[in-house]
């Protein structure tokens, strides 16, 4: 695992398989990472590209439920949700400082069954997350150039926009870092004008509206868009192991992505619900182009529309860079064959997690985007359940393992600050639609058919798997 080659050999332990009665590889003997580490802002970019990539989807909240309830759920929403989420991340990463990041922390709690369901759901949600951006920039791209609106046109472009940046993935995880950092600022600031220009014009008693007479509330929507802009937090830790200290670096990063995404959300919400008043029902994704239209002029709805295309460009880098380091942790852990961890001669980079995780990407990217979003928050809903339930018996489990970042919270507030956030988690999944039932529930089968079937290859020897143990720090 990468984040042991920084420690001492001492470190180190080499113990037998117990499946195989083979001897477990030692970290130190594993083949040091040849490509730069990432830094603090690359990371902080990442870290927002995982989450947000800006204000591009939020649009559908306050077609749901009006201005008041989109404003209050971006207020809201991040404190019960997204701040818990990043505390819970920046323990357990600075503890478990590898590529496996959340499969290694759902198995130093419950065991190799448990690291396996939480590598299957969290790469699911991963990859059909993924199919989520090449589809929101086509939306974008279509008020530019109708041609792209359906037919074979928008399915061309959307697996050419595919394999395309999945390339640049492959170049190397520091370039898609400062190819983040770029695009974050780029695909900002045409927000930042659209807002200001709007100022003037802002009527504080339209951020009290519940909606318009008439419209129905569609709370699947509403939560579910919630639910999708700001969760995801804890994907950066499956890059743990590319990081330069880590240890001091994750936590700042989070604190700092945590203010970027909060504010970029709420400041143009704030800004066009208040400066506009248009029909409820236009508030779809890729509104604010329009919105930047009327408040401005045509210049400026074109530039928040390269901006949607950057953003979702950075939105896909990063979370394709999760998915396909997160295929490394699992083959690190022996959950996946050695295959798996397999990187590039040239770049280093895990030529192998990045073609399987673009080959679902486009298989699932043909689905209707309120389905992809729905499905994505499912999975990850099982996922962050079973996290949640990893880090508070972890702290019961190893009260002495060194954590470098510690949630500054007891075991019982550490409880009831999990709960809240689990009880909107079990209500997002109660509300799901019978074809996302349906597409989380063969995942999760599948999850479990593949665990099983791994025990027996590694019994029968069909295929090669790494098995590397580290002794982490006690205090």
Known sequence: M???????ESMVVSSPNPESGEEYLPISAAKPSKSKKLTLIPLIFLIYFEVAGGPFGEEPAVKAAGP??????????PFIWSVPEALITAELSTAFPG??????WADQAFGPFSGSLMGTWKFFSGVVNVAAFPVLCMDYLDKLFPVFSSGLPRKLTLICFTLVFSFLNYTGLVIVGYTAVVLGVISLLPFIIMSSIAIPKIRPHRWGSLGQKGVKRNWNLYFNTLFWNLNFWDSVSVLAGEVEKPQKTFPRALFAAVILTCFAYLIPLFAMTGSIDVDQKEWESGFFATAAAIVSGKWLQ?????????SSIGLFEAQLSSCAYQLVGMADLSYLP????????WFDTPWVGIVLSTVITIGTSFLDFEDIVASANF?????ML????????????????????????RLPGLIVMCLIPSAFLIFIMVIATKIVFLVSGLMTVLGIVWYFLMKYCKKKKWFDFRYEVQDYEQE
């Open 2 to 8: 990468s984040g042991a080659e920084s420690k001492p």
């Open 68 to 77: 008041l309830l989109a404003i209050l759920g971006f207020l809201i929403f």
């Open 99 to 104: 590529n496996g990041g959340f499969v290694i």
């Open 302 to 310: 074109i530039w928040i529309e390269i901006g949607a295309v950057l």
């Open 338 to 345: 050695r295959i798996f961890a397999r990187r590039s001669k």
């Open 379 to 383: 999975l990850y809903s099982l996922g």
């Open 386 to 409: 079973l996290e949640f339930a990893s880090f508070l018996w972890l702290r019961r489990k190893m009260p002495r393992l060194k954590r470098p970042y510690r949630v500054p919270l």
